[in-house]
């Protein structure tokens, strides 16, 4: 007879052990599991021995024992339960950042752990005068910000995210409609939180930096009362940048969560999150000096050969800002039956409201003043671009999803389906400078912030837009023995979408003034659209030996009108407008995954192409806009994260994206048929070595090949920026189980570079000069 009995549970995305100190747990629970199995067995057969016959024998309770190996840098599974299968197993290019590797590297923000998959960033600074904030980022050749999700709900807006409370980072390359529903063509971005474990532990740390950095957090997890704890996160950060004046970022974060039930088959979770940020917003440097700068003013050439400008330069003034609060409820309830299905609920409401003004600026050939052409010294530039935002997004969001197997005959079926119903909102007040009043100019290489002058305020202007959303989807995946698998999923989206707007007259993009005066807000979009998505994907996979996979997917996504920012437009030319179909994105893959060093080290290889259809162009004979135009972006992308050894540890990724309008005029400014703000090629690298003494060392490499800027009018300004390398170090000490300290040095030759560009190549964003950032962690 069986004393003890035990089940094997998976490991899908049933968290606590999803996260890092719950995958720690899971293997303490296996140790102390089997460590008290021990006497009990001993016991049994004593009393076996001692002539104890079969109907005096004890059946002990069932105890279960849940084991999770623990991998650093990466993962063996995403979060999401659409995903059936473990990552070698899954078809599609996904990379996992876990927490432990954006830490060590002393990132704050999901920009910055982005660095850790290659051809991702922030690439793109604005359109004119409308520069960009938060995570503006870039995917295969395409914006990707209304892609980004928070345990799988979307979560819209222009904002910083900050990763104290996150576990791990999943990036979905490739079309991810059937996973989200509308998406960007080329991926998407989860971040997934930090929950409640059975187990107590703190967590805190203090960082200081150069350029007066200052930041602490504290990560705390209590078990209370049978199967129950409590976690809280806690991060405030005050801030200059490192090598640029006056930019400030000044924030502070609480996240509470509550878990229920840990130890029982039925779990529940009640997660709040608050975030305040104070910041004095970056708009740029101009691009004066840069290669291929050339003058804006044919009269005046000498603009062209003039120096470059002071990176750390600041162009705004000390009354810009860029305030954001953000709160976020959810309530999640996982149960999982007696046959391993699990059912999953999860309700979300949450809202970032932003309000920012931001001093932009375009060196034009008018907004360039040059007393004296041989000495610059005395040039200025106009700040005749402040804009402003007051924009209020609110999600609320209830989805159910159920998991598990079945099996026809001797096919093994995975499965996933679920339905969600969705409300997204968006607000947006008018604010603007008043009674023609401007901020003085700035002295081209001596700017001053400390200015007055404009008066601004709400002009009456405002927009509305709302979507709602009811998906349901499919997923399976079938095994054929142990060496082949066939995978698929359908989903359907019913989507409304009404928008209203008011706008200034007269405006480039506000309505007709019939007879009012210009300026004067009236009327303008009054729109709706409703349709209804249906995305689908397909994968085959061939496995040779139990830790490697060959295999083939195929997926599209759409993108309809207003699906990025909810917002529909009344241009020929915009995209949002409901006159058009959905943006179509189409990928194929094929790759190989190998799982090595005791499938601690996980190396990656594929191939893709995607197509994205229904861009909309311009017909050189009439003049109207169609959706005929295509574009394309296909590569290699290769990478390897994990652990080569016990104490050597890498994470590693190169992609190449060969870009290219198929249909249509050319989109950059160099007139070449590639797409703008995409790098050809990216590469980036970090690895560390611990040694048995408690010291740690390591760093890595970055590299990110030339951007070519978007194509526009704009006179003088560079076509493109130069590739880079840019290389970082990290050496931490443990002194005890308690106490260690960290010390980061970033850009450790000092590259200069050019981390992005806007539209017109009127300025840029520059990379980060050679820095440090010391950081003290105490545990207990």
């Not at 295969?140 to 345990?151: A, P, W």
């Not at 004296?372 to 402003?388: E, K, V």
Request: negative net charge; proline residues 5%; hydrophobic residues 35%.
């Amino acid at each position: 007879m069986n004393h003890i009995k035990s089940r094997k549970h998976p490991i899908r995305s049933s968290r606590p052990q999803d996260s890092a100190a719950g995958r720690h747990l899971g293997v303490a629970t296996l140790a102390t599991s089997l460590a008290l199995a021990a006497p009990i067995a001993a016991h049994a057969a004593t009393a076996g021995d001692a002539g104890m016959g079969a109907a005096d024998a004890t059946t002990l309770d069932e105890v279960q024992v849940h084991g999770h190996r623990v991998k650093r840098y990466g993962a063996d599974t995403v979060s999401s339960p659409k995903f059936t299968q473990p990552l070698l197993d899954t078809t599609q290019t996904i990379d996992v950042i876990g927490s432990d590797l954006f830490n060590e590297q002393g990132a704050t923000s999901l920009t910055e752990a982005l660095r850790n998959s290659p051809g991702v960033g922030t690439f793109y600074v604005g359109e004119n005068g409308n520069t960009t904030t938060g995570d503006a980022i870039y995917m295969r050749g395409f914006d990707t910000s209304g892609s980004i999700f928070v345990d799988g709900v979307r979560d819209l807006g222009s904002i910083t995210r900050d990763v104290f409370n996150i576990e791990q980072i999943e990036v979905t390359k490739g079309p991810a409609g059937t996973d989200t529903g509308r998406s960007s063509p080329t991926g998407s971005v989860n971040l997934v939180t930090k929950r409640p474990f059975l187990g107590d532990s703190t967590h805190t740390s203090l960082s200081i930096g150069t350029d007066s950095q200052t930041r602490a957090t504290a990560d705390w997890n209590q078990t209370f009362g049978s199967g129950n704890a409590f976690r809280i996160n806690l991060m405030a950060q005050d801030s200059d940048v490192p090598g640029r004046d006056t930019i400030e970022q000044n924030r502070w974060g609480l996240a509470t969560s509550l878990g229920f039930g840990l130890d029982g088959n039925t779990r529940v979770y009640v997660d709040l999150m608050h975030v305040q940020q104070d910041n004095l917003p970056d708009g740029g440097v101009p691009t004066v000096g840069l290669p291929g700068y050339s003058s804006p003013d044919p009269t005046r050439p000498e603009i062209g050969q003039a120096p470059r400008v002071d990176s750390s330069n600041f162009y705004g003034t000390l009354s810009d800002f860029d305030d954001v609060t953000a709160d976020m409820l959810t309530l999640a309830v996982e149960h999982q039956f007696d046959n391993d299905m699990v059912l999953r609920n999860t309700t979300r409401w949450g809202r970032s409201h932003q309000e920012y003004m931001l001093t932009a600026f375009m060196v034009r050939d008018v907004n360039i003043t040059t007393p004296d052409l041989a000495d610059p010294s005395g040039w200025t530039i106009t700040r005749n671009l402040p804009t402003f935002k007051d924009q209020r997004y609110t999600i609320a969001t209830n989805q159910t999803s159920l998991t598990g197997s079945f099996r026809t005959g001797a096919v093994e079926h995975d499965f996933s389906t679920g339905i969600e119903l969705i409300r997204e909102e968006v607000d947006n007040d008018g604010i603007g400078a008043l009674d023609g009043t401007t901020w003085p100019d700035a002295d081209l290489y001596d700017p001053s912030p400390n200015v007055g002058g404009l008066r601004w305020g709400r002009t009456g202007a405002d927009s509305d837009g709302r979507t709602d959303t009811v998906a349901v989807y499919f997923f399976d995946t079938l095994k054929f023995g142990e060496r082949w698998q066939l995978n698929g999923g359908l989903r359907f989206d019913r989507y409304d979408t009404e928008f209203s707007s008011l706008a200034a007259c007269g405006t480039r993009r506000g309505p007709d003034c019939d007879g009012q005066p210009t300026g004067t807000v009236l009327p303008h979009v009054n729109a709706k659209t409703s349709d209804t998505l249906f995305n689908w994907k397909v994968g085959a996979l061939f496995k040779p030996t139990a830790d490697s996979s060959l295999y083939a997917n195929y997926a599209i996504s759409q993108q309809p009108p207003g699906g990025s920012n909810l917002e529909l437009s009344a241009s020929a030319n915009n995209a949002n407008n409901p006159v058009f179909d959905p943006q179509e994105a189409r990928t194929g893959e094929i790759g190989a995954k190998w799982n090595l060093a005791d499938d601690n080290l996980m190396i990656t290889a594929a191939l893709y192409d995607t197509r994205i259809e229904n861009e909309i162009v311009q017909d050189p004979v009439d003049q109207q806009y169609y959706q005929n135009g295509e574009k394309r972006v296909r590569g290699i992308e290769i990478s390897a994260v994990g652990q080569i050894t016990e104490a050597w540890s890498v994470s590693a990724g190169f992609t190449t994206m060969d870009t290219e309008v198929v249909e249509g005029p050319p989109v950059t400014s160099n007139g070449s048929r590639d797409l703008a703000y995409t790098p050809d090629r990216a590469f980036t690298a970090w690895t560390s070595y611990q040694f048995a003494s408690g010291l740690m060392l390591g760093g890595g490499a970055r590299y990110n090949g030339g951007l070519t800027r978007g194509a526009d009018g704009a006179i003088g300004t560079p076509t493109h920026t130069d590739d880079y390398w840019v290389f970082d170090a990290v050496a931490s000490y443990r002194f005890s189980e308690q106490w260690d300290v960290r010390l980061n040095v970033y850009n450790l030759f000092d590259e200069e570079y050019v981390a992005a560009i806007n539209k017109s190549g009127y300025r840029y964003t520059p990379g980060q000069p050679r820095s440090a950032l010391l950081t003290v962690n105490y545990r207990f």
